[in-house]
């Protein structure tokens, strides 16, 4: 059988699955003996069966091999075009000045996120601080065989590495990158009210990770951190390195003025940082990415410049000069905010109000064409529903550790749903047998 006749096979099984097969293949009691695995297992199981109930999805999504494949080809092609010195000079030409500060470490946990349109996989956006990986890591190893045509192996894995190694060398690697053979001793997972985030749990699993591999790890607030003596500090433990979960992406806030300091001395390894995001997330960077002219200009090749602009939805800036247009062709559009995160202020064209509408033209705003998630039909409540599918590839120096689902109703991904949450992929084919 040719390559092609494999992959269209894949594609069909997929859709198919996708549609017809309703099976749970989440074993939760199996999830709760994942998450038990520690003191503080069993309230961190309680924590989400009660307040997080549609974290997880009890169902697989399937993908064919195909799209996992292509996927990674744009991610690469992507990755080519930031490395040029054009890219750089032209996103950061509109990013805060803190970005042009840029560090030797990466940026662990880029998200690239997709849809599958009618035309194959499209990049719908880009994120520097990419949560989940880690949960879906646990998830995927509590998924149970649901029917015949699925064999038992896990999920969304594109290499022979557990996704809890690949994190940890991740993080080894930045601070490498960094501070050499240095020993490193104490990390801090930082976000806003951490307690209070949706993904606190995953701050949890990644402390134990952490701490199982002999480097104290604390959970806090920005605002809980100190810069004195040339060093970042909490309370009386001097840090070495920041696992950055915040949404303040250029360090702005009043409580992120520790952080930003330390980080700009170079006192502390943090990890994604300001300059990541604006090389990576700025949602005014798919502009370029989708400008065929602009790309020539830069000398991107032709091959490159293929999967950018078959890969990646046009999108344009909005400017209150082009309102007319924008509003003529508004049911075709989704507007996202340049800055913007997990779909907040983010707005189907088809669903904006005039009053909305005038608010993007007077913000920084970019408009996407606007490309319809594939789905999954699911029995929820004894009825069939269909769930939107977002598919989001973990990234690291070009390399995709991992991929997952998200299933979920509504104009934008949310953990809302019944039936929703992340899900594991099981890519396809290879089960030519089916």
Known sequence: MSSEAVGEQGRELAERLNSDCQCISLDRAALSRELGQAPDGDALATMIALDRPHLFSGSTVFVSGEHVKHMAEIIAAIERVVALPAYLEHVLAYAPAVARHQPRARGVF??????????????????????????????????????????????????????????????????????????????????TDPEQQYLYPEFVLFRRLFERHGMAALICDPAALTWRDGALWHEDRRIDLVYNRLTDFSLEMPASSALRDAYLAGAVVLTPHPHA??????????????????LSSWGVDEATRGLLLGGIPRTEEVAATRAADLWARRRQLFFKPAAGYGSRAAYRGDKLTRRVFEEIL????????????????????????????????????????????????????????????????????LLESA
């Open 277 to 294: 995001h604006a090389r990576y997330a700025d949602k005014r960077n798919l502009v370029a990415l989708t400008d065929p002219e602009l």
């Open 362 to 429: 007077s913000a920084a705003y970019v408009a996407q064409a606007l490309v319809p998630p594939s789905s999954r039909r699911l029995a929820v409540d004894g009825a069939l529903v269909a769930m939107k599918i977002d598919l989001r590839n973990y990234v690291y120096e070009g390399r995709v550790q991992l991929v997952i689902a998200r299933l979920w109703q509504g104009q934008t991904t949310n953990f809302r749903t019944p039936g929703g949450g992340f899900a594991p992929v099981l890519t396809l084919p």
């Open 110 to 191: 880029l998200g690239y996120d997709f849809h599958l349109g009618n035309a194959g996989p499209q990049l719908i956006e880009i994120n520097t601080n990419a949560g989940g990986a880690l949960l879906n890591s646990l998830l995927a190893r509590a998924q149970q065989a649901c029917c015949d045509v699925v064999t038992v192996r896990l999920p969304g894995m594109l290499g022979g590495d557990p996704p809890e190694h690949l994190f940890l060398e991740m993080f080894l690697e930045e601070w490498r990158l960094e501070r050499g053979e240095a020993p490193l001793t104490t990390i801090a997972i930082v976000d």
